[in-house]
Structures are given as structure tokens and as C-alpha cells.
């Protein structure tokens, strides 16, 4: 399959042709996707249904129904899942080592994230005529539920539409994608929805640093007059751009709409340092009072300093760095600040010399281990609008104004 290089200034995003254009299969002919998989006859009908859902989870199933005219002997699929949604199959194992048939795997690559792949390629799993299939899905997710995309039956990379449908025409891309917020670990992103033969469902949404090619959030629902998502965990003092992709409930998704570059801003974390105790050679204890001034929990806090000593131990915190330049971060028990909570972090060292503690603090928050998350947000969130007005989204331009 062809690969695409898109870049702005320093910014990259690397992508398959599928994850940027919307286009689902690879477009092969039947008998050599026969050869390459062993699938023997037929076409397929894939379907998704989410059998429940309780808020962080869910259960799901699979359908995948004959509807040709010959029995499929030998079938895999495979579909794309939203970032945010993790997937398990149940009753079958993982693929791996020993195990290459009747299992189930994940994919995950630059621009390809979270696709699920089930293969039963044997010849003694048969789909007769009008006979239907099914694999039972379960998982948790974070932020709003997302349908799969770039669903394939009866063989892998074998494009079908994902709810039994027809539909195979993707939107139209969304217009107008604007910043309406920037904080130190959140992005308020928003944009002029996009359009479809049928309806667009959802938004699809990516991100990229200077450091890091796309990498996938998760999805939103369509809302209207307009579509806003809250984009957290983000690190902070770090250039962003992001990418919508809508999508059909066929699982069709169009073409990249992008964002202006923003620059997240510096944490509003006050630091100070007190010494509780001396004692000769040098030896002290003191602590660190660590402050999140800011409206919005602060996730993966952590601080920068100078310092001419050494530590012995540092507790409610974790220490990197020296000598001269050190980095307390966030303990894994309390990652997040929440907002005008001050956190102590202990510690006990040796001065150095001069005998000076600790001083120069710069915060930061955010980590590129840590994926962002999208939580679709209400188009006025945020606007306080004086005596007499109230919010209203003016048409298709989707600014959120104050009005009479």
C-alpha cells in the first residue's frame, strides 16, 4: 500500500493511504486475495452491533453473513477501531507464536492505530450460503464510544461497509476547523460540520508535535450547529496541530481537515521550598509546596530546578536529573493536581556548596507517553456573556458570539 507524507514547517504526519483519504480495502482482485489467505468463494457482509454500554464499557458483536452465491471456505476480517476503545474478542486467543489461525490481533503503526484483525483461514470454517457468523466484542474507553471504520469480510483489507448497509460514499470534510481555547494541557478545537449522502455520525480526530508524527485521539459525535471537542493531556509549551476525519455510520470517512498550529502555554504550578531541618555535615530535610493555580485539573505535573546539593531521598514525588539541574514529577498515586490543591513532596540531601537551596522552578505538565483524550464539549462552554445577552452559535460560521 502507498504512503503519504504530509508536513507544515516541522510538523509530519505520516499516514496509509487508508487512515488519510477514507478509502477502505486494498482493492485486489478476488483471486489473489484468495491465494494470499487461503478464503476459498463469496462475498460477505459485515455488521457491527454494540449489544450494551455502561458508560466506560461496552459489549459488542460482529456479523459476518454470506451473501453470495457460493460458501466462503477459509474467512478473516478485520476493522478499525477508535483509539480511545479498547477491544478484546472473547473465546478466541490472541495470535502469537504457536497460534496463527482462529485468533484474533491488533494492529498499531504511524497513522494506523487500533485496527482489529480475526482470522479463521482453515478451510473447515465454512460460511454457507445466507449463514451468519458472529464474534462477540468487549472493552473499556475513555471520553465518548466510537463505531469501527475500514471494515473488511470476508477477508482482511476486503472493504465493506460497517453496518450491513450499501453505503459506500464518504462525507464531505469538515470546514472551518478553528482554536477556540488554548490552556497548558488542553486544546478547545471546533469546526463547520461536514456533510453525507446519508449522515455523517461522528469525528474522527488526530494530532501531531514537532516530535511526532499523527498519532489518533478517538472520536466525537456529531453535534450541531456545530462540532467542539476538549482535547486534554496535552504537554504544555508544545507546538499542536490537529486533524478531523468525519465519518458515516457505514464507517466511510473523508478526506483530513487541520487546525492552525497552537502552542499550548506554561503551566500556572507555583513552587516553594521550606528546610524543616538541619544537621552538621550539611544534611537537611525540607519540603516542596507545589501549587496548581490554575481553573483545570493539572495532569503529569512535574518541576524543574537548580539546585548545588544532592538528594538522599524524595517522597510524594519522583527525582530526576543532576547534578545542578533536577526534575521532581508526579507520583504514580496522584498524577493529576486538581485545581488550587497544593501537593508536598519531601525530601532529604546534602547542601552544596554555597549552601543554597533549591530555586529557579519552572512547571510543566503533560507527557508524550500518555495519549490526549477528545470529550465532546457544548459550543458555548466557556463564553460568560454580560447582563442582558446570551450565547448563540451564528450559522455555519460556528463562533460562539453573545447576542441580545
Known sequence: MKTWMWKTGMLSLVCLTAACNGQGGAGSDDDAVTLRVGALGGSARFN???????????NARVDITNNGSTAIQGWSTDFDMPRNVQVNVSNLPQCGGAVTDDCWSIVNDIGVENIVRIFHTGSANTIAVGQTKSEFLYGSYEGAFGFPTHCGAPLTGQSTPCNGSNDVAAPTPATNVRIFGTGSGLVDLFWSNATDNVGVTGYILSYATREAPALEIGEVPFTTPITRSRI????????????????????????LAQSPITHTARPGIAVTFNTTNTWQGGGFQGEFHVTNNESVPLDNWRFTFSFTGSFQSVWNGTVTGGPGTFTISAPAFHLTLPPGETWVVGATGLFGNPATPPSGFAGAVGSPAVRALATPQDPCLGLVCPNGLHCSVLGDSGIPTCVP
Do not use: E, P
Open 48 to 58: 457491527f452491533v454494540k449489544t450494551s454500554d455502561w458508560g466506560t464499557g461496552y
Open 232 to 255: 486534554t493531556r496535552l504537554q504544555s509549551d508544545t507546538d499542536y496541530i490537529f486533524f478531523v476525519f468525519a465519518r458515516d455510520a457505514a464507517g466511510n470517512v473523508s478526506s
